[in-house]
């Protein structure tokens, strides 16, 4: 897949909030994730499995999704930038919008890195 290929499916699975699937067909298995972490430091997590662990924990401090979007991705060589967001409500806590902008590298049809910037 191109990197405007993998946009295109990274959007459309984005959309239906199945990053399941974003996973199984665009990233590589040795993929790397950045992001701040709860206590704000940024954090790198390594591999796909470590990345499929971190949303299945973020999926269960949400307590209801009130709704979500995702901007139209913009591509830059073999890079992907989206911005995402959501009005939800975490457990223990009020509801709240959160919104991140998304970079996504890419290397022989795959995702090799994404970066979260809050």
Known sequence: ???????G???ELCQKNDSATAHDELYAND???T???????????KGLDGIR?????????????HSGYTNE??????NI?????????????DRMNMSE???YETKDGKIISERFFY
């Open 1 to 7: 897949m191109t990197t405007q290929e993998i946009a």
């Open 9 to 11: 499916r990274l959007y």
């Open 31 to 33: 993929v790397t994730s």
């Open 35 to 45: 992001e701040k972490n709860m206590a704000g430091e940024v954090e790198t997590i």
């Open 53 to 65: 662990e971190k949303g299945k924990k973020f999926q269960s401090m949400i307590e209801k999704v």
């Open 73 to 78: 991705p913009k591509v830059f060589g073999n």
């Open 81 to 93: 930038f989206m911005e995402m967001g959501m009005d939800v409500t975490m457990k223990g806590m």
């Open 101 to 103: 902008m998304c970079h």
